[in-house]
């Protein structure tokens, strides 16, 4: 049983374009989410994250949105860069319990 | 400061061999994991230790055995290793502001 969905394998977007990328999740325990970036032939590095008493977060370039009745979360990317082209994971952990549950990774692409 | 480095970085085996992924971190963490990827499956939680001396499983813990040696030090086995444990093994630590996952460069292990 997955619980944090990503549906959408890849995406395409044109440079300077907004990119939306979304995770959805079935556990409602989950009070912490996370996206990370991840590079071929590189480990996943940290992105951005927030919190369930929060519904947005923003960090430059990157927007997390929270839905918590939907339970759903998106990151906003603007504008879009070749730079972004990479894989993007959601993550969703429970608090106090340590443990980050993944989804599957979107592919992003960013088209110059 | 190396912050989380896996050795080794490749590795082949036949059906039935053993081996351990080793893991370390530099940046005085508590806690640290040990994940898979596989495509379209994202990352999948193997094992994990929310701090010395304690291990817990994750998503997929079956065929692998842990060690928490040390602070620093978190080792991945593999018994006696099958095909289907064909994949690439990721270690990540976490800072105790419980706010993102360092993570290293990955093994790439094929079992053959």
């Known amino acids: 049983d997955q619980q944090v969905k990503q549906n959408s394998p890849s995406l395409s977007v044109q440079e300077g374009r907004i990119s939306i990328l979304n995770c959805d999740y079935t556990?409602?325990?989950?009070?912490?989410f996370l996206w990370y970036k991840k590079y071929p032939a590189e480990g996943p590095t940290f992105l951005i994250s927030?919190?369930?008493?929060?519904d947005k977060n923003e960090d430059g370039r990157f927007t997390v949105f929270l839905n918590k009745s939907a339970k759903h979360l998106s990151l906003h990317i603007v504008p879009s860069q070749p730079g972004d082209s990479a894989v993007y994971f959601c993550?969703?952990?429970?608090?106090?319990?340590?443990?980050?549950?993944f989804g599957t990774g979107t592919r992003l692409k960013v088209l110059a | 400061n190396a912050g989380v480095t896996q050795t080794p970085k490749f590795q082949v085996l036949k059906t039935g061999q053993s081996m351990t992924l080793q893991c370390a971190q530099d940046?005085?963490?508590?806690?640290m994991y040990w994940y898979r990827q596989d495509p379209g499956m994202g990352l999948r939680l193997i094992y994990y230790?929310?701090?010395?001396?304690?291990?817990d499983k994750g998503e997929v813990p079956n065929g692998y055995n842990v060690s928490r040696l040390n602070k620093r030090e978190f080792s991945l086995r593999l018994e006696s290793a099958a095909p289907s444990q064909t994949s690439v093994y990721f270690c990540?630590?976490?800072?105790?502001?419980?706010?993102?996952?360092?993570f290293g460069p990955g093994t790439r292990l094929t079992v053959l």
């Open positions: 230790s929310a701090s010395e001396g304690t291990t």
């Open positions: 990540a630590s976490i800072s105790s502001s419980y706010n993102e996952q360092f």
């Open positions: 927030i919190s369930s008493i929060k």
């Open positions: 556990n409602s325990m989950f009070d912490y």
């Open positions: 993550a969703a952990s429970g608090s106090g319990t340590y443990k980050y549950i």
């Open positions: 940046m005085n963490h508590n806690s």
